[in-house]
């Protein structure tokens, strides 16, 4: 590990009893869901990690563990040329993190997209809609329980014709 | 038949002043379907006459699933989706998922390989930065411009049609290398290219760069600082017309761009102007690279152009119909595809509208579990409310057009 990095890691760990993990020279960190809005304050403000590069979930329901889903916050530090990544582990039923809008501005829209797939739920959003599906679909299609394909777009606004072609979907 | 609703602003509530609300200010709908908008993009203006207090962004029109697709693909097949994605740049969308499936399963590509990568994106990166031109130009009106930036761009879509068989969908670069090595003709078209395209890039300076109409348009509109860009995740030339010297060529070097001389054009106003002279100065830093590379090409002759690691890349086909274990990874390598181990990373590449990364996580078997493309179009995009408070909604037009969003990138 980096020695920079190494230090920022140690400093997680006293300050959030955080652990971490390591692969193919990248860091991942586990720090709990109550901890994130603070750590993600104390990287930005003390470690100069200006740019969160990604921010994105992924679902482990075919495995039948929990917590089901873990949140990935990317982190790039421009001034010291460095990167690391934060995970929020989070539990299948009525998963719930605190929002990082405050923090970064870019968490505003990752995380709606976030909550638009996977249906993780930001505490204290200042903008929690969907953001990618339309309006009002109740699904959650980034989830691994949400099936692929099956369901004919709807390329008509002539609802004569989508109740036709859709019966189900008045049932 | 029933009536179309009538399209209601309530959602948007929140978003907007209080002025909105006792109806002082005006609440307009630009897009989705609007020429200025650059694809299928919805804007929810609020205006104080013609002065934007508010612009509320609604994406997703092109919405197509495809991080839900690739996981239903083996890694190569994923690959094609990744084309689609940014469809001005479609090979620099190849490289970040081929160098993120490299980094995944640790698979070196060979040296010639890379020189190719690094031609190629690079073209493709003037190739996205013409349409740019061009689009930026159309929206300011200047009509001529969108007419000779697709002149230049087709000698490059001639380029990549001689390499991949396509001029757009190329999926030209493959985990462990590229697909096939460049045909005779590939040295040659790049040089002419090389030839002509300095002097057509001093063309556009002399159309656009001086003249008083668009400078009135330009300087000092969408002024985005620092500070706020990085908040919202803004890269690329974007970025650096804001005054940061950040492009991951640079900062971490891949496929052997330490090995290359070029500048990183930085501008410190952060206006439209500044944007438009990024994109500009980027061309002849991208014909620098291509230059360079051609040379090392050179001195690479025959030397492979993909992995000779079997088990992630098929054997060539001379050797399919004498060797058995050539046969048999062939087989293998076309039904089942190849596994990747139970991990995940993040590897990001510089696009030329600026950070694509991809966060790639494997299971263990052929598919990987989770694809998730950071698109820099999306945090881009984020900005926008920051930059056109203020301005008129034509200045809306052009700061949109310098930003160089791409749909297809936003939406995924």
């Known amino acids: 590990m980096d020695k920079k990095l190494e230090k920022i890691v140690q400093a997680l760990q006293e300050k959030f009893g955080v652990t971490h993990e390591e692969f193919r020279g990248e860091v991942h960190v586990f720090v709990k869901a109550e901890n994130i809005v603070d750590a993600l304050t104390l990287l930005r403000d003390k470690y100069e990690f200006e740019l969160l590069s990604a921010l994105t979930a992924t679902d482990y329901y075919e495995q039948h563990v929990e917590p089901r889903f873990h949140v990935i916050y990317q982190l790039s530090s421009l001034a010291q040329n460095i990167t690391v990544q934060l995970r929020v582990a989070v539990n299948g039923d009525q998963p719930k993190v605190p929002s990082a809008a405050g923090v970064y501005d870019t968490a505003n829209w990752r995380e709606r997209e976030v909550f638009d797939m996977f249906g993780i739920q930001f505490e204290g959003h200042p903008d929690p809609r969907r953001i990618l599906t339309p309006e009002g679909m109740e699904a959650h299609p980034l989830r691994k329980d949400f099936p692929l394909g099956y369901e004919e777009p709807q390329f008509t606004f002539n609802y004569d014709d989508i109740d036709l072609k859709k019966i189900y979907a008045k049932e | 038949m029933a009536q179309l609703e009538e399209v209601s602003y309530e959602p948007f509530k929140h978003l907007v002043s209080e002025r909105a609300l006792t109806g002082e200010t005006m609440l307009l709908n630009m897009g989705p379907q609007h020429p200025s908008t650059h694809g299928v993009l919805r804007l929810l203006l609020e205006l104080d006459g013609e002065t934007i207090v508010n612009a509320i962004p609604d994406i997703g029109y092109l919405h197509t699933g495809v991080e839900k697709n690739m996981e239903s693909k083996t890694y190569l097949k994923a690959e094609v989706m990744t084309d689609r994605l940014d469809y001005m740049n479609t090979t620099g969308n190849n490289l970040a998922y081929c160098m993120a499936v490299e980094k995944l399963i640790d698979l070196d590509v060979p ?302």
């Not at chain 2, 697709?150 to 670069?173: A, V």
């Not at chain 2, 014909?287 to 492979?304: F, H, N, R």
């Not at chain 2, 062939?330 to 190849?338: A, C, D, L, Q, Y």
């Not at chain 2, 052929?366 to 984020?382: A, E, G, I, Q, Y």
């Open chain 2, 111 to 412: 040296e010639r390989a890379q020189v190719i990568r690094v031609i190629v994106t690079e073209l493709q990166r003037i190739a996205s930065h013409l349409v740019f031109m061009g689009a930026f130009g159309l929206d300011l009106a200047a009509m001529s411009m969108f007419l000779y930036c697709f002149r230049e761009r087709e000698y490059i879509m001639d380029i990549l049609e001689l390499c991949s068989g396509q001029r757009m969908m190329t999926t030209y670069f493959r985990p462990g290398g590229v697909w096939r090595d460049v045909p005779e003709e590939f040295d040659s078209a790049v040089r002419n290219f090389i030839k002509i395209f300095p002097k057509r890039v001093d063309e556009y300076e002399a159309l656009l760069t001086k003249n008083p109409i668009l400078l009135d348009r330009l300087v000092g509109i969408g002024i985005l600082d620092a500070k706020t860009a990085l908040s919202h995740g803004v890269t690329g030339p974007t970025l650096r017309a804001s005054g940061v010297n950040w492009d991951l060529r640079k900062a971490r070097p891949y496929i052997g761009y330490e090995q290359y001389d070029f500048n990183v054009p930085v501008r410190t106003e952060g206006d439209t102007f500044a944007r438009y002279i990024v994109h500009i100065e980027e061309f002849r830093e991208s014909l620098k690279i291509v230059e360079q590379g051609l040379e090392k090409l050179k001195k690479l002759p025959g030397k492979p152009v993909n992995s000779d690691n079997r088990k992630f890349v098929p054997p060539p086909r001379a050797e399919v119909g004498v060797s058995m274990e050539a046969l048999i990874h062939h087989f293998k390598f076309w039904t089942e595809g190849f596994p990747a181990p139970k991990a995940s990373i993040y590897s990001a590449v510089e696009s030329p509208r600026g950070e694509l990364g991809v966060y790639l996580e494997g299971n263990g078997g052929p598919k990987p579990h989770r694809v998730h493309m950071r698109t820099p179009s999306f945090d881009n995009l984020s900005a926008i409310n920051k930059m056109v408070q203020g301005h008129l909604v034509a200045d809306l037009v052009a700061i949109l057009a310098s930003i160089d969003i791409v749909l297809g990138d936003i939406d995924r």
